[in-house]
């Protein structure tokens, strides 16, 4: 019975986490090039049941003179529960919102714009950018954005047309003046998430200059959705109960079995 409680307890632990993540995920449905998260649980290994106390004189396997095995027979296996194994991102395209302001930029495929912080140089796909009151392109955290040397790019006071091409060279009326830190790693999973929309990489990790391309005018919605995600909560809550359910039996039972079944009269 206590093996019971913990089996659901576990359960109901991994819902939880799950509850959070999708929480997360509908919070951040406007947030501009963010990526939903997915809590990935695995199963404890199962553990071998086999049946005890059976005599020589008594086997349940011996039929006629033909014995299976010299040693208890197999009831089944037991399942001991499960657990988060890790909180994997859904890289998936984000829908296009046309905008129409120059200083908006979207990455339609592979690549992170880089961005200066106190922690160092950081990575996303929020382009929602402008020029600050000293002329650096920044986030709307007003974070510098960086240029494929990791300085800050600076646009005139003067500039009247701004232009990005594709690649990340940016022009102010007709002159270059910086080529966005446009950037990819081979590895998806060599970035993680560290917040604000911004990911930083795990040691040893080696950015690669981007594949994608890079759209003006335009920012990357976020790709959760408000339906689907309803639905996974819904049925996480459906799950958590059913564990819940489970415990409060497993404790009626044990309850049973010390203050009854265990009673001296």
């Keep these: 019975m206590w093996r019971g409680l913990y089996t659901a307890a576990s359960g109901?632990?991994?819902?939880?986490?799950?509850?959070?993540?999708?929480?997360?995920n509908l919070a951040n449905v406007n947030t501009t090039g963010y990526k939903r998260d997915r809590a990935l649980d695995r199963e404890f290994e199962p553990m071998?049941?086999?049946?005890?106390?059976?005599?020589?004189?008594?086997?349940?396997?011996?039929?006629?003179g033909f014995s299976l095995d010299r040693r208890a027979p197999i009831v089944g296996t037991l399942g001991l529960g499960s657990y988060t194994?890790?909180?994997?991102?859904?890289?998936?395209?984000?829908?296009?919102?046309?905008?129409?302001?120059?200083?908006?930029?979207?990455?339609?495929?592979?690549?992170?714009?880089?961005?200066?912080?106190?922690?160092?140089?950081?990575?996303?796909?929020?382009?929602s950018f402008y020029r600050a009151a000293n002329g650096n392109l920044v986030t709307s955290e007003g974070r510098?954005?960086?240029?494929a040397q990791g300085r800050p790019i600076?646009?005139?006071?003067?500039?009247?047309?701004?232009?990005?091409?594709?690649?990340?060279?940016?022009?102010?009326?007709?002159?270059?003046?910086g080529t966005l830190g446009f950037v990819q790693f081979n590895d998806r999973r060599a970035v993680l998430?560290?917040?604000?929309?911004?990911?930083?990489?795990?040691?040893?990790?080696?950015?690669?200059p981007a594949t994608g391309i890079v759209e003006q005018g335009v920012l990357e919605r976020a790709n959760s959705n408000v339906v689907n995600e309803m639905v996974d909560l819904i049925n996480n809550y459906r799950v958590y109960e059913a564990d819940s359910k489970s415990v409060t039996t497993q404790d009626t039972l044990l309850d049973h079995a010390v203050n009854e079944v265990g009673r001296l009269t």
């Design 12 to 24: 109901m632990i991994t819902e939880t986490t799950r509850t959070a993540v999708i929480a997360n």
């Design 154 to 177: 600076n646009i005139p006071e003067t500039a009247t047309g701004v232009v990005v091409h594709q690649q990340g060279d940016i022009y102010a009326d007709g002159q270059l003046v």
């Design 193 to 208: 998430k560290q917040g604000d929309s911004l990911y930083y990489a795990q040691e040893g990790a080696r950015p690669q």
């Design 48 to 64: 071998l049941i086999r049946r005890i106390n059976d005599t020589e004189s008594m086997k349940v396997t011996d039929f006629k």
């Design 144 to 147: 510098n954005v960086l240029n």
């Design 85 to 127: 194994q890790e909180i994997a991102t859904d890289h998936a395209q984000g829908a296009m919102m046309t905008t129409g302001n120059p200083y908006d930029l979207a990455i339609s495929g592979e690549g992170y714009f880089m961005v200066e912080t106190p922690d160092g140089v950081r990575y996303t796909r929020n382009g």
